[in-house]
């Protein structure tokens, strides 16, 4: 008996290296459970949650790692990240980024687009470029996000309650902004293709 278990084990050993390591596994395979939340390939369908195709990778990683961390709150994202390697997270980074950036259709009453288009022009226009279209490592897009996350977010911004890196000037910025003016903010740039 006990030279059967040694030979099952000694063989279960041997095949060991054949099976893949979770960390060979393809950028889209690491990346399948983000479609539950984020909607298919990143574009997401839920109205409280953000669209990650085609942001870009640095940005990404850096916040998947902040969510790690512990450094940038959240109510799920934090407990997922810290399934991954930073270097997973870096592939599920960049292979969102490689997917196409698709705006989800937004209607928002035409005045407050418009005050919120004035709003962006005066105190945001300098870092979200291009009517928030514009991104880079530091920058997240913003044009085309779905409404709700965006007043969302710009709420949890404007507040400073919870752990959100942001730039110092996004605070000097908000500070100048009435908190009633933020939906109209929301309501401009996910109106934004």
């Not at 997270?89 to 960049?94: E, Q, S, V």
């Amino acid at each position: 008996m006990a030279k059967t278990l040694f030979l099952l084990a000694s063989a279960t050993l041997l095949l060991l290296p054949l099976q893949p390591l979770a960390s060979d596994r393809s950028a889209e395979a690491l990346s399948l459970p983000c479609n539950g939340c984020h909607g298919q390939d990143g574009v997401s369908q839920g109205a409280s949650i953000p669209s990650i195709a085609g942001l870009n990778a640095e940005y990404m990683t850096e916040a998947m790692v902040q969510f790690k961390e512990g450094r940038r709150s959240a109510t799920i994202m934090t407990r997922i990240a810290r399934g991954y390697k930073d270097y997973e997270l870096r592939k599920i980074a960049r292979y969102f980024s490689s997917k196409t950036w698709r705006t989800v259709p937004s209607i928002s009453k035409q005045e407050l687009v418009t005050r919120g288009r004035r709003l962006h022009e005066r105190h945001c226009a300098e870092c979200h470029e291009d009517s928030g279209r514009f991104q880079d490592k530091d920058v997240p897009r913003i044009a085309g996000q779905r409404q709700d996350y965006l007043q969302i977010q710009l709420g949890l911004y404007y507040a400073g309650k919870e752990k959100l890196p942001q730039p110092s000037e996004m605070a000097e910025q908000l500070a100048k902004i009435a908190r009633d003016d933020l939906p109209a903010l929301a309501a401009y740039y996910s109106t934004v293709q």
